[in-house]
C-alpha cells in the first residue's frame, strides 16, 4: 500500500495533466480518480515505471469519455497565447486521434519514444514509424487550407 | 524535425492544478477498496524453476560468506494520520440562536524521534443550513458569535492553519498493550480508572479502545482492540453504515455523555472490514436538539489515510511551527 500511495503522489499531477489536455478539465479529476482506482485493483500488474502504464489506464478512460460527449480538447487554450502557438494547436487540431496523440505524448506529457509506445500498446519501432508520419503530416498541416479554416476560426473565437 | 515537436511542446495547455485535498481524499478511497484475490499458480506448472532456485539456494549457502555491504540507512518511518473534522455548534443569542459548522482538515506524522500536527488546515465556519444563514444575516453577520450556554465564543469565516513540532515524543503508549481481546478490555478499564458512573467506566473503554484503533499498532493489536469494543457494555453492533463520500463499513455505537450544548447523542465508530482500519469516529444524535434531526451527525472525525510513510511531513506555507495556533473558540 505505501508503495502504491508513493507511486499515486509522484504520478497523479501527470495522469491529472494527460486527462485534462485530452479529455478536457471537467472529467480530468475524475479520469484521474478512475485510473489509480483501476490501477489499485491491478496492483499485482504494475510495473516498476509506472507511468506509461498509468497513461495507458488514463488513454481508454479518455477515449470511453470521448464517445460519450463530444469534446474538442483545445476548448482550454488560454486566450492571452500567442499567434504561433495558436496556430500550431490548430494545425494540431486538424490531424487524427491516433496522430494527435503520438505527437502529444512526446511533446507534451514528456515521455521517451519507448515508454509512449507502451502507453499505446506498439513496439518502438512501430511507435517511432508513427511518429515520423504525425509529425509530416503536422508540418503539412501548417500549410493546408484545412489549416487555413481553422485560423480563421481562431480569430474569430 | 525536431524543431516541430520542440514548438509543439512550446504548444502544450497549461497543466491543471493538483487539488492536494481531493488527491488524498481519492487515494484514501481507494487503498480502502478491497483488492482482488491473486490468482492461484499451479506449482507443478513451475517445478522445473523451483528445482532450479533450490539448487541455487543451496549453493548460496555452501559458499562462504562476503562480508555484508554497507546499507545506507532507511529513512525513518512515520504513522501518518489525516483527517477530516467536522463539528455542530449552537451559537448567537437565546433569542435568534442558530448552527454553525467547524470544518477542518488534520495530519499527523509521528515518528520516533519527533511528531508533526498539522491543524486547521481549511480550516472554516460556518452557517450549517440555508436558514442558519439567515439568522446569521438577522443578527448583523457578526464574525464572532458566543456559545449558546456557554462561555466562550465562536469565530466564524476562515480558520488560520496551525503547526506544531515536537521534539521526542513520548512513545505510543498502545503499542505495547495486549494482543488477546480479553486481556487487552481489562487493561483498557484499568487504564480508564474506577471513578464515576459504570456507564462512564465504560464510554471511556470504549474511546480507548477507538483511539487505539487509528494508532500505529500491529494489525492483531487492531483486530483485538476492535474485539474488546464491542464486548463493552452498552456498546451495541451496526450493520452496514454509508460515509458522507459514499464509502461503508461495519460499526458499533455507545450511548455518549452529554457536552454543555447535545444531551441524547451516540459515538459511532465505522470499520473497514476488509483493513480492519477505522473509517470514521462520529457523535450521531439520538434524540431531536436546536431544531436538528435525529441521526444528524454532531462530531465527525473521517480517517483518510492511517498508514505507515517515509515521506517527510508536508507543511502549509507561511505558517510559523510551534506559533501559537489561533483557535475558532474564543474567550468571551
New interface residues.
Partial sequence: ??D???V??EC??RV??YA??HAG?PL??DI??ET??IA??K??QMPSNALPWLLGIARNLVRAARRQMWHD?LT???AD?DY??IE??AA?ATLSEADQEV??L???HGLSAAEAALVLGCTTATFFVRL?RA?RR??AALSTSNFDRARESWKTS | ?ED?????????????E??PE??ER??AR??A?P??A?TRTSLRRFSPVLVAAAVIALAVVLLPRPAPPVQPAAPPQRWHVLTQKWELMIVGEPANPYTVVLSATDERWAGPDSQVDVTQKNGEVAPFTRDDEARWETAGKPTKAPQLGGHGSVRIGPMQPAVRKIDGPEPNPFAGLPADPVELKKTLQTISGDKGSPDSLNYQTAMLAMQMMTANISDDRRRAAFEALKTVDGVRLLDRMTLRDGRSGTGVAIPAPPTFQFTGFETQLVVNQETGLPMARRNVLTSPQHGLPVTTPIFEEEYLLL?????DPILPHGVVVNAAPESPIIER
Fill in positions: 500500500m505505501e502504491f500511495s508513493v499515486y503522489r497523479y499531477p491529472l495533466a485534462a489536455a478539465r480530468a479529476e484521474t480518480s489509480f482506482t489499485w485493483r496492483l499485482d480538447e482550454d487554450v488560454a497565447d504561433a502557438v500550431l494547436r494540431l505527437l502529444t512526446i511533446a507534451w515520423h509529425r503536422l508540418r | 524535425m516541430l515537436l520542440k514548438d509543439l511542446a512550446q504548444a502544450k495547455p497549461p497543466a491543471p493538483v487539488d481531493r488527491m481519492d487515494l481507494i487503498t477498496m483488492r482482488p491473486k498508514e505507515r510513510t517515509t515521506i
